[in-house]
């Protein structure tokens, strides 16, 4: 738990960091505020060190505690349906070929 | 700064019917009525991002015809409704009050909206929200903020602020809002209206443009609690395109919503009228509640003890969930991308960096973060224990009442500007709504009464799991203490 103690939880490099992860391209002013953001945020986050979670099962769905859920009995069966019109997907496409969705370079060298 | 919208006296649902049943064309006559205050007030207002004149009128006059071939009116015949832009509609554009999303029309349609459609519902076209549902005063929206009909200087609440502010304004009869934290409820508040948080699972997500999977909910807005639950019966049931949709059977909402409190059992959690409670909100919602002990119901003092931990819980899960959800906006698909990039990993970042606004930017960035190696069990497993013992408070809770009335917000509708610099105070507006999103449970916001400047004030009633019944039940007789 040490990880959400300390004064300053986000460092700079820390932003640039993330914000690569998230494939974000922040300008140096969004990355001052945005480290200044992430860390209010997560000062008010630490707070939940307060309680002792240590037997505690993670809640990751609803469906856990109403029962359900996407099981069996409930999963759509396992046959061919239609699928979207491709011309009318590809007419969203900033950038498309009719067959392919066109892109920038892949490989750089 | 006040201005009165609020004169447009539109029909109710069943008003509707007995008027398309008699033959005098009410259904193109009401959607008329709409675009004619839409024409008039959403130059102001900005609830509306697109409509859809001809696909609407169409339809009116279909439905208008229909008592002359002699057919059943379907449940929604001829209701005018909107829809918040983060649900699809085939042939309508879908932006989710991004940039990211301009121009994009989406080949297919929710299953919400689908369902509104089949009923014989009048789609009028797509309501104003915040950039894809984040925040809570309809201030993110690429394409500007909506005004609250009450007072134009203040904000409609959010994220599904067109949503409430086109029922609040006379625009529509009925709209669909999604809520992920409080995003139905909070508005619903802050506009006078009556808002619809379903039970998760109850209406398909399918076609709803993601936020965060595990809290997202499609659900009404209405200005009566009777024409909420007549649309909730509509949308609500399992839908094979949606796993986490649930099989449970959806009752008639209606048929009960008129049998009072008498006996009820209803629940008043102490964490909900603490520090930061407006002193005029907390008055409207205690008259409120002391009228429905007058009515018969048994008022109990309960406590929810996690309450405080809700809003940082809810920041941690529903951004984790929110990032890798809008991982999919790259400039490959559809939307925005920018032009000069010579490579994918550029083009990716700069569509990225182009499209979206800086609320989701920082939410983007906040849910990697919490998710990244070194962090996750710190911050989002932790996170996920929490969320199972604020659940825990509310299971509890349910063994000794039937029913939980809070206030729906802490304040009534802030003024524009107010809190855009401050993430943390605009995220502390939810504090009374992420509870139940967090915990799954149902809940309504219905008006209750207003400040002394004449803005809105909502009482919130959650219920059990699919128990939406006791809450239209609770929700018809706060709105019969008017």
Redesign the interface.
């Known amino acids: 738990?040490s990880?959400?103690s300390g004064p300053e939880r986000?460092a700079a490099e820390?932003?640039r960091?993330?914000?690569e992860?998230?494939?974000?391209?922040?300008?140096p002013q969004?990355e001052l505020?945005?480290q200044r953001?992430?860390n209010?945020?997560?000062d008010?986050?630490a707070?939940?060190?307060?309680?002792d979670?240590a037997s505690?099962?993670?809640?990751?769905?609803?469906?856990e505690?109403?029962g359900?859920?996407?099981d069996a009995g409930?999963?759509?069966s396992d046959k061919p349906r239609g699928s979207?019109?491709r011309k009318?997907?590809m007419?969203?496409?900033?950038?498309a070929d009719g067959t392919f969705?066109k892109?920038?370079?892949?490989i750089?060298r | 700064m006040m201005r009165q919208l609020l004169e447009a006296n539109l029909p109710s649902i069943y008003e509707l019917r007995e008027g398309i049943t008699s033959g005098s064309g009410a259904a193109s006559d009401a959607t008329r009525r709409c675009f004619a205050r839409i024409d008039e007030e959403n130059s102001t207002i900005n609830a509306f991002l697109a409509l859809d004149r001809e696909g609407a009128l169409g339809q009116a006059e279909r439905i208008d015809g229909l008592t002359a071939q002699g057919k059943a009116l379907p449940a929604l015949a001829g209701t005018p409704m909107g829809i918040k832009d983060v649900l699809t509609v085939d042939g309508l554009p879908a932006t989710a009050g991004s940039k990211i999303l301009d121009g994009y029309r989406p080949p297919y349609t929710a299953t919400a909206v689908r369902k509104l459609q089949a009923a014989g519902a009048v789609l009028l076209g797509k309501l104003n929200c915040d950039e894809f549902a984040m925040g809570s005063s309809n201030e993110n929206s690429a394409y500007g903020p909506v005004r609250n009909p009450h007072a134009i200087d203040r904000v409609p609440g959010g994220s599904s602020g067109g949503s409430a502010a086109a029922v609040a304004a006379g625009m529509a009869v009925a709209t669909l809002g999604t809520d992920t934290g409080g995003s139905i409820r909070q508005p619903a508040s802050f506009c006078g209206v009556v808002g619809v948080l379903p039970t998760y699972g109850r209406v398909s997500r399918y076609g709803l443009i993601a936020f965060a999977s595990s809290l997202d909910r499609v659900g009404p807005f209405a200005a009566t609690v009777r024409d909420a639950a007549t649309v909730l019966g509509v949308i609500a049931g399992h839908d094979p395109l949606d796993a986490t949709s649930s099989p449970e059977p959806v009752p008639d909402y209606t048929a009960t919503i008129d049998s009072g409190v008498a006996g009820m059992r209803l629940g008043v959690p102490a964490e909900y009228f603490g520090e930061g409670l407006d002193p005029e909100v907390r008055a409207a919602v205690e008259a409120s509640i002391e009228k429905l002990r007058a009515a018969g119901a048994e008022i109990k003092p309960i406590s929810l003890p996690h309450t405080r931990y809700a809003v940082p819980t809810y920041y941690v899960i529903a951004t984790a969930e929110a990032s890798a959800n809008l991982a999919r906006f790259d400039g490959v698909r559809y939307g925005y991308r920018a032009k000069d990039a010579t490579t994918l990993s550029a083009m990716y970042r700069q569509s990225r960096e182009g499209g979206f606004g800086a609320e989701v930017k920082r939410r983007i960035m906040l849910g990697t973060y919490v998710l990244s190696a070194g962090y996750y069990d710190a911050y989002y497993k932790k996170a996920q224990q929490v969320r199972r013992l604020l659940t825990d408070d509310f299971i509890a809770a349910f063994r000794e009442v039937d029913a939980i009335v809070t206030p729906t917000a802490p304040t009534p509708a802030f003024k524009l500007g107010e809190k855009v610099d401050d993430p943390m105070a605009m995220y502390l507006a939810d504090i009374y709504t992420v509870t139940a999103s967090l915990a799954g449970i149902c809940g309504i916001s219905v008006p209750c009464g207003e400040s002394r400047e004449g803005l809105p004030i909502g009482l919130q009633i959650l219920g059990k799991h699919f128990d939406e019944k006791t809450v239209f039940r609770v929700g018809q007789a706060v709105e019969k203490q008017r």
Request: hydrophobic content about 55%; aromatic content about 4%.
């Open positions: 738990m990880l959400m986000v820390d932003v960091h993330v914000a992860l998230a494939h974000l391209e922040l300008t969004e505020r945005m953001d992430l209010a945020i997560l008010y986050v707070q939940l060190n307060e309680l979670t505690v099962t993670p809640m990751t769905q609803v469906a505690v109403i359900g859920g996407a409930k999963l759509r979207l019109d009318r997907v007419a969203s496409a900033p950038e969705f892109v920038p370079k892949v750089e």
